[in-house]
Nanobody, 115 residues
Framework: QVQLVESGGGLVQAGGSLRLSCAASGRSINAVGWYRQVPGKQRDLVAGISGGGITNYADSVKGRFTISRDNAKNTVYLQMNSLKPEDTAVYYC???????????WGQGTQVTVSS
């Protein structure tokens, strides 16, 4: 069993930056994805990182968001730069044996970008 805790969300002005953290406990995490969801819409993958460090990004965040991992800390990060109001959402991290197959989810952290 893996427990995931997200942190780092908050309110930021457009153009600003935030760094989200996804801290895992229970056992070492493999692949991790960062997802986001706004009310009434589906939860979408924005960035993923494999156990070997291969990354992928949604087109909407390429060049602005960077996913990384610190295996010693069992933590995955999402650096978000040049934030836009449309990035406003609850951000979740999820882990599994592959990014496309999440098994464990965190509780989410709210990101609000003001214009």
């Amino acid at each position: 069993q893996v427990q995931l805790v997200e942190s780092g969300g908050g309110l930021v002005q457009a153009g600003g930056s935030l760094r989200l953290s996804c801290a895992a406990s229970g056992r070492s995490i493999n692949a991790v994805g960062w997802y986001r969801q706004v009310p009434g819409k589906q939860r979408d993958l924005v960035a993923g990182i494999s156990g070997g460090g291969i990354t992928n990004y949604a087109d909407s965040v390429k060049g602005r968001f960077t996913i990384s991992r610190d295996n010693a800390k069992n933590t995955v990060y999402l650096q978000m730069n040049s934030l836009k109001p449309e990035d406003t959402a609850v951000y979740y991290c999820a882990s599994g044996w592959a990014v496309a197959h999440p098994l464990y989810w965190g509780q989410g952290t709210q990101v609000t970008v003001s214009s």
